[in-house]
């Protein structure tokens, strides 16, 4: 399943595309703590985070995650979205929370052969 | 950054300077790491720890140190990161070792730093993990992943 797929099933807000919206989601992980992503998160992976600030693109770069998606409404920091746009890594907003969303994504990924 | 030839790839050396406190530059020493290791045609598993064991020292130095440098040492057998500061140093090594103990303040904390996993993960990632440190001087933290 693509991110484009994603973003539309669930109404994603879309704050950073770069050319990777049909990149393929092959997991998810959902956290807020930067190591924690960095040691059990895999490649593929979407990142569903709280966190908002510039420092989660080099953690999505550096894992190869397919995307990132900050919930709760919650807006990206301006030099993220920059930042995302030039590491190319999609960032997408959502107004579930955490758990609602992961369940969601969860599901969705469920449905078709990862 | 200048160009990487893949016949370096068994021997390469190079040094990074990480200025301390200054989280908008955190991760571009590990971004650049990583992609240097892949542009030799590395194998993704060794890139993986590379990337994971850089990052993590790379934010320890922004978080506590005044600054620091990585050094990224490639020869046939290994891959080597030291990452070197000049900082307040670590009192009690046994102690900043174990999972979840931290000494980050709220801010670092509050930017999903600091959760006391940083060396957990090294030493989880690295094949060889050395830590030496100096209290009022600095540290020394040195990772080896094996090639072979």
Redesign the interface.
């Known amino acids: 399943m693509d991110i484009e797929t994603i973003v539309k099933e669930l109404n994603l807000k879309v704050r950073a595309a770069g050319t990777n919206l049909r990149k393929n989601i092959s997991g998810g992980y959902t956290g807020?703590?930067?190591?924690?992503v960095?040691?059990n998160s895999q490649?593929g992976d979407i990142w569903i985070?709280r966190?908002v600030?510039?420092?989660?693109?080099?953690?999505a770069?550096?894992?190869d995650h397919a995307g990132i998606i900050i919930v709760n409404s919650c807006e990206p920091a301006k030099?993220t979205i920059e930042k995302a746009a030039q590491e190319n890594i999609p960032v997408m907003v959502s107004d579930l929370s955490a758990f609602e969303l992961t369940g969601k994504i969860y599901n969705l990924l469920g449905k078709k052969d990862r | 950054m200048h160009p990487v030839d893949i016949t370096e790839k068994n021997n390469y050396q190079r040094s990074f300077y990480v200025e301390g406190g200054n989280f908008t530059y955190a991760g571009i020493v590990s971004t650049s790491i990583k992609s240097i290791l892949k542009k030799m045609d590395l194998p993704v598993d060794l890139v993986r720890k590379s990337a994971i064991v850089s990052y993590e020292s790379e934010i320890n130095i922004v978080s506590y140190a005044k600054k620091g440098v990585i050094k990224l040492t490639i020869d046939s057998r290994t891959i080597q990161i030291e990452a070197i500061d000049e900082g307040p140093g670590i009192p009690d090594i046994e102690l900043a070792m174990q999972a979840g103990y931290s000494t980050a303040n709220q801010r670092i904390r509050e930017m999903g730093f600091g959760a006391g996993m940083g060396l957990s993960n090294i030493k989880r990632y690295a094949d060889v993990f050395d830590l030496t440190s100096e209290v009022g001087k600095g540290t020394y933290l040195k990772m080896i992943i094996n090639r072979i």
């Not at chain 1, 807020?32 to 924690?36: E, P, Q």
């Not at chain 1, 600030?53 to 953690?59: D, E, K, L, R, S």
Request: charged share 25%; net charge negative; proline share 0%.
């Open positions: 807020d703590l930067l190591s924690d960095m040691a490649e985070t966190q600030h510039q420092n989660i693109v080099a953690v770069s550096l894992k030099d």
